[in-house]
């Protein structure tokens, strides 16, 4: 099977080597199919910019995410790059905007037709079966017609103590993905006696053991309680988030983030965490949101701690969810969700509005919302045993291929195996040291 992987060849945040760990995953994925890297040129293709393609040759060596252990040079032939000259005319001199368009697939059709000429001609003759993109890019099934697209990420859990979940979409990412687009039947499924059970072994790793007897901010909740009448957290995107800018009609987060201290009223408390690449906060928005928005809360001490929201959500009552997939690790903590725009999280969210948390705060957890926690794990979310396996990959990509032209309903997913097994093995990688 032939596989081209695209890996945005837009510069953006200023940070040419943003997108090199894209490679890396996908130097993974090649070396779970092919493990010697001789081979790949004639089973692989990655198209990209430039700049990164010098990244990824001599002298540079490359240490996989999944292997750590293994240093490799991409053979030469496997690398092609989109010519930076010919990408600027086409989609302008902003990289920010250029993406945006791309997520919003609002690109006119001779734009999306250069897109896919450019793709082709950087790839030469190599005819692909799947394409395997990490970023909005609608252009490249008008570049391989009949090829399988698939868009692969990181999942509703990324960083410790939970391990690293990773998923692959047919549609998208967000709320062009097909996760979205089902989420009616997802809010369908039933819970039972073996999905609460399941339910509860998760929780009780991972909040009981691990989480909750680690907090650095559950000395707060008490003095929070008193000030307000609900707590929410609000996670922040790094800068130059794409689907961040995208999303709203708000061309900066700092504007985003004072129209939700304002709109949600001032007896709820909104938690802020930071991004934990590239944080948002610095002292003078910090001080902004404090002097003028009562409601704003900014905890001190999470300076320093990675991945804070884990915590934070202990002590809140839910989340307002823009684009993070932190928002679906409420489902975890049984905490609401409130979500503003559309995203991967609208259709199972408890609230699409922000006027009326403290009402929503207080209604019972739907423990039907378990099933969907045990259906994401079991079928849309794979931790690395069920992704970096050759037998299990393979039969991702030839689903696909099968699977190119639809149906794309709730049946797209596969079960990875049997339920207890799966999420006993989720259970088993935890990373407490990683806290």
Known sequence: ??????????????????????????????????????????????????????????????RLPHRPDREIELPDGLVRAVSRGALRDLTGPDAMHAGAVWYEKTADEQTGAGMAALIREAAGDFEPEVVVTFSAAPF????????????????????????????????????????????????????????GAMAARIRRRYLDEI?????????????????????????????GAIPMDAGLPFRDQFDYVS????TVGPRVGVILTQHPAAPYLT???????????????????????????????????????????????????????????????????????????????????????????????????????YLYDKTMLTGILEHAVARRHGPFDLSYFRPMGEPEEVIGRFIALARPDGV
């Open 283 to 385: 002292e003078e928005r910090g001080r902004y949101f404090m002097l003028n928005h009562p409601n704003a809360v900014i905890l001190p001490e999470e300076a320093g701690i990675r991945s804070s929201t884990h915590f934070m959500l202990g002590i809140a009552d839910g989340i307002i969810n823009l684009v993070s997939n932190t928002g679906l690790q409420s489902l975890l903590w049984r905490k609401k969700i409130a979500t503003v725009g559309n995203n991967q999280t609208t259709g199972i969210a408890d609230t699409t509005t922000l006027e009326t948390l403290t009402e929503v705060a207080h209604r019972p957890w739907d423990i039907q919302k378990d099933a969907i926690l045990i259906w994401l794990l079991t079928h849309y979310y794979r931790t690395s045993p």
């Open 140 to 195: 490249l099934r008008e570049a391989y017609p009949d090829a399988a697209v698939l868009t692969h990420e990181s999942g509703m859990v990324s960083r410790p103590p939970f391990p690293p979940t990773f998923f692959f979409d047919p549609l998208g990412t967000q709320r062009h993905s097909l996760l979205r687009q089902t989420s009616a039947a997802l809010c369908s499924l039933e819970t039972d006696d073996a999905i």
């Open 1 to 62: 099977m032939k596989i081209l992987f695209f890996v945005e060849p837009l510069i953006v945040r200023g940070s040419p080597d943003l997108r090199l760990s894209w490679i890396l995953f996908a130097a993974d994925l090649m070396a779970t199919l092919e493990p010697e890297p001789r081979s790949w040129p004639e089973r692989f293709r990655i198209v990209t910019s430039e700049h990164l393609r010098k990244r990824t040759q001599a002298p540079y060596q490359l």
């Open 259 to 262: 129209w939700v201290l304002d």
């Open 211 to 239: 989480l909750i007897p680690r907090s650095p901010f559950a000395h707060r909740e008490a003095e929070l309680r008193r000030r307000f009448d609900s707590l929410w957290v609000l996670p922040l995107q790094g800068v």
